[in-house]
């Protein structure tokens, strides 16, 4: 068991699919979540001179701590604490995330893989591949045909059909 999981959220719902593997790999009682979410905007545009870009920056960390307290309040329950945490980005987004592991002692990184490959795959990168080679902390990556992202994805495929 796992006392201390680190999963990493993009407000996807395939991302929050990580969540019920971490769950189940958490102890019966007295484990944490922590719950991250990337900010979009650096700190530097919080002290922008340029009022907008201070607004945006503060628009976002708002929109991240919201969507990050309707998930942990979701996931509570007796059995663990949930700890979510909004990370400035400052640094390419695995490098982040892997400080953050570091940072908060977690036993454990979750996260999901979005499967993208080929143009998309080089354009965008891949967090996950990232995380995998980069970060001190075991690192477990759930990839698009594993059954919890999945369902997911079957899930929102319905209701797009509706």
């Known amino acids: ?8 959220l993009d407000g996807s719902p395939v991302a929050e699919a990580a969540l019920e593997v971490a769950f189940r790999l958490l102890p019966s009682e007295g484990g944490e979540l922590l719950l991250v979410r990337m ?26 701590n919201d969507y ?12 663990c604490r949930v700890l979510p945490q909004v990370l400035d980005h400052d640094s390419r987004t695995a490098r982040v995330l892997a400080r953050s592991a ?8 979750v996260l999901t893989s979005h499967g993208r490959s080929g143009l998309e795959r080089a354009l965008l990168g891949s967090v996950a591949e990232e995380m995998a080679r980069i970060c001190s902390r075991p ?8 059954p919890e992202v999945q369902r997911i994805k079957d899930e929102l495929q319905a209701m797009s059909n509706r």
Do not use: H
Not at 1 to 8: D, S
Not at 68 to 79: G, H, K, Q, T
């Open 139 to 146: 690192v477990l990556i759930l990839g698009p045909k594993t």
């Open 39 to 64: 900010q979009e905007y650096s700190k530097e545009a919080r002290s922008s001179e340029i009022q907008i870009v201070s607004d945006a920056f503060d628009i976002e960390k708002n929109r991240c």
């Open 102 to 109: 570091d940072l908060s002692a977690c036993n454990l990184v």
């Open 1 to 8: 068991m796992y006392q201390r999981i680190l999963v990493p």
């Open 68 to 79: 990050l307290a309707l998930v942990a309040e979701r996931w509570r329950s007796p059995r």
